[in-house]
């Protein structure tokens, strides 16, 4: 029994291998597409290979850029000195969204993790070393995911540059803004009393 | 303050267009496609252009093909005195899966919906007309959908082909198999009992 024309077939297939789409959204997808205007779908295919063509890695932080240096790293109004080390692009976006930094990052591109078969050459770690081991840095701050593996990683990092007479910090944990108690977990509840301030 | 290179923000604009992807599942989908070996996206952005350029519909019956007519319309062994109308590509496949039925399809692309300004001359209802007037057709079968407006199309279809005399059918309402008498609608309910049969 034929089901759809190959070129179609094709289209649902590669729909189908992005991450969360199963084979009824993908079909949906490439239905969708099909029907687009000439021009628009054009400009999807383009936007694919555009982005694979000029998204390239900042030289000095790693994050993402179209070209050179990152706009963060090119500014001269950040400051030099403190270094905030994430696991993925987004973090970045994340933490410049709430205005608070204006340091500069470092960018991993991951995390520890023995059972994904992810060490320490896997990740942006030599090149987070070198910036460090250069002088002028004097604060680190790890702004990895509060799991495991972030922990593991904020943890191995530290150990690797405390010998560079930085001060490495931790972002801090407790109860998120606006959240209830009630559903803190034993662990969040713990952390956040370790971590009381005085009022 | 900048967020992602502007190729990549283009990349999730593109992936946010398609529905049902909100605007996180679009910057997961175009992380996806940004981390993929150069030729896998090649071929995601091939995929796309090539469906747009060699999928056309059957001069007969409409349906999606890759060019001239689609395998059912040219398959000798199909019995071409039977059409079963549908609104979509997708539904022939549904009926294709089920391997009970032998004869054409005609498919619409969509159903007559005065809401959104779809009327007959937006669907494929003057080449099924066509069809069924050059003669040879001794049935057409109704297979829209059994909502609202796929009724209204199949009644208004029905309307336009009985002056062929030509049989015009309609699919069987009832209670889905493995479907729970607890759990269908009043609607179907009704439905079934009319349609009782004698065992």
Redesign the interface.
Known sequence: ????????E??V??FAR????GSK?A????????N?P?DQ???????????????TLCPVCQN???GGL???CASPKRDESTICVVAD??DV?AI??S?EYNGRYHVLHGVLSPMNHVGPDDLQIKSLVDRVAQGGIQEVIMATNPDTEGETTAMYLARLLKPFGVKVTRLAYGIPVGGHLEFADDATLMRALEGRREL
């Open positions: 029994m034929e089901f759809f024309p190959a070129p179609l094709n289209l297939e590669q992005l991450p969360g789409i959204s079909q949906r997808l490439a239905f969708h597409v099909l687009l000439q779908a054009r400009a999807f295919a383009d936007a694919i290979l555009e982005a694979k063509r000029s998204v993402l850029t179209s990152c706009p963060i692009p987004r976006v410049e969204r205005r």
